[in-house]
Every structure is written in structure tokens, then in C-alpha cells.
């Protein structure tokens, strides 16, 4: 590796489920690999701990647009101080897995080297729930495992909300709800689980079937990039996987005054990394675990924003007392 090269480590999904075309860690690898940074990959059922030391089992990894996309070498055992840079990029769900994996990676010293997303913002910021953080940028929103007020706040609404379980990713779960729907009370029984599981309900935006669930790719609290996502004409949901349209999208004046009101509690927490889901100017999510997106604006856009993320991370990872891994 050039003198100037960091090592890097991946926690995420088997490699095998990495879809070349659409997976934003992948972009990262991409982009490691033309920088010729060391590149490690493990998931999060290898981390461990000896005594207070966070471990991994990891396997150094070449990536290129072919087929296969990545080659891994012999796997060895390493403390993580042994690296510059941790990408935690383990895709949902947030379970109880992840969650011990955030305290391992809490364990590492934030001086000697440096881990995207923070794992106090990773654990913190609950992809529905962190968004009430900023009452005047999202929609009327309620949290509830009552069916009844639940209802009741539809009907403040107007007769229809969106309803999604806490722990969704994807878009599974989420249900567009009308008060002349017979299956109303079915669906808010299934998703409140019988009034024992919180969901969010929020204001339906029709706007969503014209403009799209924007994604907004934000680095350090600044926008990077934007993408649209069309629901189809059978749906609601605008995510790609269940058939949503990606048009290209400019970023406004209201993602930069979103994103300037939200970069201060982001940076705090250690977010770095993040994707806001932006309907009609208001935020419906800030998806902190593995945001992705950044390929799609790539081609529509005619930009490099891995690139970015790659400088911010070596600038990062230049302030970092690495003299302190050795003890």
C-alpha cells in the first residue's frame, strides 16, 4: 500500500448480497480501491471483545465492477485500533444483534480511529423517532400503540395517514389508511400487534404520487445529492425495491435549509453519513444505518459523490493520533 494509504473496514452483509448497481457501500469500495486504501471486510457476527480490547475477524477484499465484484484473502484476527477507518454499513434490521454490535464498536477509541456512523448516534437515532427531533421539519406525526387514538388522529387529519412500524425498513409495513377502508381496524390491530407495539402515523402528502419521496444524501450536515423515487401507479411507497421510478432531482433551497437546521444535532450525534427522505419539503425519515442512493444520483447527475465521502473520511482520518494504536 502507498505511504499515505489508510486501512479501512467494512461491517456489513456478506458480500455476496452486494448488488453492483445500486449498493452505495459498494461505490465506497469502488472508490477505496482506486485510492489504493487497504480494504477489510467483516460482518457484524465477527466483532468481539477481549477484556475491554474491541476484535475482529476480518478478511482484506479487492472490489471492481466484474464478476465476481469482490475477492477476499485468508481471513486473520485484528483489534480494531489496527485500523484508520470503520464503515458501519450493516443493513437493517436495527435487532438486537446490531445493537450489542454498536456497543463493540463503541469500545473503540475515537482518538486513534474513526467510525462512520458513530455507534452513540447509530444506537440514538431510531430512523422514525429521530426525525421528531425536529417538530417544524416533518409532518404532523403521532406515536402510539392505541388503535383508538390512533383513529382519532386520522380523523384530526382529514380521514386518511400513513401508519409505520418503529422498527421498518424498506418501506415494509406501511400502510396508507383511509377511514372508509373496512380493513382499518385490521391493519391498525396488525401493526399495533393488539396495542402492545408503538408505530408512527403521520399526515398523508399527496404530493408524494407528482413530486416523489425525495432521498437526500447528507455529509457532515451538507447536501450532497438528491434522488426522486415515483411510487407506481398500484402504490404508495416509493422505495426502488417494490418497483419505485428514480428521477433525477436537484437539490433547492429547502433541502439546504433542512439540512442547515438539522447539521448542528447530526454532527453532535455523529451522523455523518446520512439519506433524509423528504416528501413535499417535510422530512418523513433520517436513515442513518446504511443510507444509500448514491449511485443512482451518480448516473443521473453525472457526479462522483463517493469521492466525497472518501475525502471527508481522509480528512478525518489525518487528525487521528494513530502513535496511540500501538499501546
Known sequence: MPASALRILYVMDPLARILVDKDTTFAFMLEGEQRGHGQYHCGIEDLFAEQAR???RVRRMHARRADPPCTLHEERTVPLVWFDVVFMRKDPPFDLAY???????GLVDPRVTFVLNDPRGLREANEKLYALRFPDLVPESLVSAEPARLKAFMESLGGEM????LDGYGGAGVFHLHRADRNLNAILELSTRDATRLVMAQRYLPVVREQGDKRLIVLAGEPLGAVRRIPREDEHRGNIHVGGRVERAPVDARDRE???RMAERLN???LYFVGLDVIGGLVTEVNVTSPTGVQEIDRLDGVC???????????????LDRRAAAH
Open 54 to 56: 474491541p476484535v475482529a
Open 268 to 270: 453532535a450525534d455523529g
Open 305 to 319: 459523490l463517493e469521492a466525497r465521502v472518501l475525502d471527508f473520511v481522509e480528512a478525518r482520518a489525518a487528525t
Open 99 to 105: 445493537y450489542f454490535a454498536t456497543q463493540l464498536l
Open 258 to 260: 433542512i439540512c442547515r
Open 162 to 165: 400513513i401508519v409505520k412500524p
